[in-house]
């Protein structure tokens, strides 16, 4: 138990907010104005929020940059959720809120409700993550849940629990049970595959990952067979230009990493044959989801002060697999040569410029003279050229 303590304590101290000073102003909206509202209703609305502060006389928030301010700090300390949209409500029962998700999310209680009417609906929620509204006003029928369900529906995609499909059709990522197979890129051409290593990765940043890519990158599910391709640990996007598709997954890599990083989700691109893969939305790929797991791991603590994520990629450029026995290279053990694998098992080549072509800029010096003799060769002309190695030209 003592070691328990603290650990709990030590946890604590590491917070960002720890030790921070802040006004007395923020404590008596938290006290006077919040919990008492609390009582009463889960949502407020920022515009109520902010005239009935400015009518209190003991809070000591009279503008709407102060107002702000505060319900930043309380949302970042849990107390609250809130948003920087100026029409969106604030959810000051947190628990309200996460029993609105789990009516979604949980099987024990759907078993109670579900009948030849929803039946359909039910197994597409369940097998596949597809929640229908018709559906979503079955599981909140007997609660005040869906008479709140702007409000809910807004902080749910907002923290990435899910995602609008279209005004009657949202995807809930942690209810998808779908099994990926590789046999589907058998008609594609694929890059080499990127690789963001963890010391350690909770499930729920793949699931954020995916759909901040289709709210944020504007990418959509791609289809086939009339079924969007989104399973269990892997997700096929499409993107803006629907030629470019974008696999993300999740993969342990525990026999094959070093200790330090056994987990990694895993980017690769694809297009449908006999097109060819474009490396500048590769480049562009490989920069907007690196920002955005950035972004997402920004609550990461490691005791031994290491980054929550590094870069590496598969040596082999094959379409992915889960079950992969490939090894990761790590970036900066990565060189655009040509190099033997020893990770692997046998020992094979690794064509390192054709890795890296896809996520990397690389810039090589060309040498161009028609020059017969040393005295000429000093006036030769050095040009820069970007090397696309799939498209290699001889000089």
Not at 242 to 248: F, S, Y
Not at 349 to 356: H, P, R, T
């Amino acid at each position: 138990m003592e070691e328990l303590k603290a650990c709990i304590a030590s946890t604590m101290k590491s917070e960002n907010h720890w030790g921070e000073t802040v006004p007395i102003s923020w404590r008596n909206l938290e006290k006077w104005i919040l919990k008492t509202e609390a009582q009463s209703r889960n949502i407020y609305p920022f515009s109520d929020l902010l005239r009935d502060v400015q009518n209190a006389n003991d809070v000591g928030i009279d503008n709407e940059e102060d107002l702000r301010s505060a319900l930043t700090f309380l949302h970042e300390t849990g107390v609250i959720l809130c948003s920087s949209d100026k029409k969106s409500s604030i959810i000051l029962n947190v628990q309200w809120f996460v029993d609105a998700f789990n009516c979604i999310k949980m099987d024990e209680t759907h078993n109670t409700i579900k009948d030849q009417n929803n039946f359909k609906d039910f197994d597409e929620l369940h097998n596949h993550g597809i929640l229908s509204k018709k559906l979503l006003v079955e599981l909140w029928r007997t609660s005040n849940f869906y008479e709140n369900k702007r409000s809910l529906i807004y902080h749910m995609r907002e923290l990435d629990m899910l995602v609008e499909l279209s005004e009657e059709m949202w995807y809930v990522p942690c209810m998808n049970k779908q099994q990926y197979s590789c046999e589907m890129l058998e008609n594609c051409n694929i890059s080499s595959t990127l690789c963001f290593l963890f010391e350690f990765l909770p499930f729920v940043i793949y699931h954020r990952l995916v759909v901040s890519c289709i709210t944020n990158l504007g990418m959509k599910p791609w289809k086939s067979k009339k079924r969007m391709n989104i399973f269990h640990t892997v997700t096929i996007l499409c993107c803006k230009d629907k030629n470019h598709r974008v696999l993300i997954g999740i993969c342990e890599n525990k026999e094959q990493m070093d200790s330090d990083y056994p987990y990694s989700l895993e980017i690769q691109t694809n297009v449908t044959k006999p097109r060819q893969i474009d490396n500048r939305k590769t480049l562009k790929l490989k920069t907007r989801i690196y920002q955005i797991l950035n972004e997402l791991t920004l609550v990461f603590s490691s005791s031994k002060n290491k980054n929550p994520f590094r870069v590496g990629y598969r040596c082999q450029i094959k379409p992915f697999s889960i079950t992969s026995e490939d090894s990761i290279i790590k970036e900066e053990d990565m060189s655009a040569s040509q190099i033997d694998c020893h990770r692997c098992y046998p020992v094979h080549v690794m064509d390192g410029a054709s890795i890296l072509c896809f996520w990397q800029v690389i810039i090589i010096f060309i040498f161009i003279s028609r020059a017969i003799s040393l005295k000429e060769c000093t006036l030769a002309t050095f040009k820069f050229y970007s090397w696309k190695v799939t498209k290699m030209h001889a000089f």
